[in-house]
């Protein structure tokens, strides 16, 4: 059965630091991986996709992810925080449906 | 373009209450879903329909029903509420069955049951 984990519930980082959002997958086949933001009282909102290709994915406000099939990964990356990306952040993979991780809460302090 | 949108925003419903929760997009979209998000569980599937006049189960329907009588709207109806709905609730949309297809969603429902 498909699956997705996050395995940090919170991560805090300074403003003008590197940041990463950990998430692992497990799926039979290939991936298809997604990263999706949700900010207070708002949906979700996409992110960045993994499909084929390039193992290094950009997309929306500077974050970037690298799948890495051999660890079945796929940590959603920005070199410089800031503090609007504060937000709860979602690893999703698709099966038979979207399945959605627990999510991590990224806190950037100022 | 509105994008999905989600009526209510809020609601409190004493248990064994009904409810109808309304998501319209404007995207032309084919494939709806609801989900429900609980704290530390993520989102969860309930209901998502492939096409207008057609619905199907996800991982958690007991307890909801769905309908999709028009191709931009997409119901979730609680038939008898109970205190394990109280949850947050969220449309999204896609425009194909193609799995590298992005959801999008709606601003959600907060629905509590007391």
């Known amino acids: 059965a498909q699956s997705v984990a996050q395995p940090e519930d919170q991560v805090n980082v300074a403003e003008g630091n590197p940041l990463t959002v950990k998430c692992t997958y497990s799926?039979?086949?290939?991936?298809?991986l997604f990263w999706y933001v949700q900010y207070p009282n708002r949906g979700l909102q996409f992110l960045l996709k993994?499909?084929?290709?390039?193992?290094l994915v950009k997309g929306s406000y500077g974050f970037e992810a690298e799948f890495n099939k051999s660890q079945t990964s796929f940590h959603l990356k920005k070199p410089s925080a800031l503090v609007s990306d504060s937000a709860l952040y979602f690893c999703?993979?698709?099966?038979?449906?979207?399945?959605f991780g627990k999510g991590t809460t990224l806190s950037v302090s100022s | 373009n509105a994008g999905v949108t989600q009526t209510p925003k809020f609601r409190v419903l004493k248990t064994g209450q009904s409810m109808t929760l309304l998501c319209a997009q404007d995207?032309?979209?084919?494939?709806m879903y609801w989900y429900r998000q609980d704290p530390g569980m993520g989102l969860r599937l309930i209901h998502y329909?492939?096409?207008?006049?057609?619905?199907a189960k996800g991982e958690v329907p007991d307890g909801y029903n769905v309908s999709r009588l028009k191709k931009q709207n997409f119901l979730l109806g609680l038939e008898s509420a109970a205190p394990s709905q109280t949850s947050v609730y969220f449309c999204?949309?896609?425009?194909?069955?193609?799995?590298?297809?992005?959801?999008?969603f709606g601003p959600g429902t907060r629905l509590t049951v007391t």
């Open positions: 329909s492939v096409g207008e006049g057609t619905t």
């Open positions: 799926v039979s086949g290939n991936p298809y």
């Open positions: 995207m032309n979209h084919e494939y």
């Open positions: 993994y499909i084929t290709g390039d193992n």
């Open positions: 999204a949309s896609s425009y194909s069955w193609d799995p590298t297809a992005e959801q999008y």
């Open positions: 999703a993979v698709e099966g038979d449906a979207l399945i």
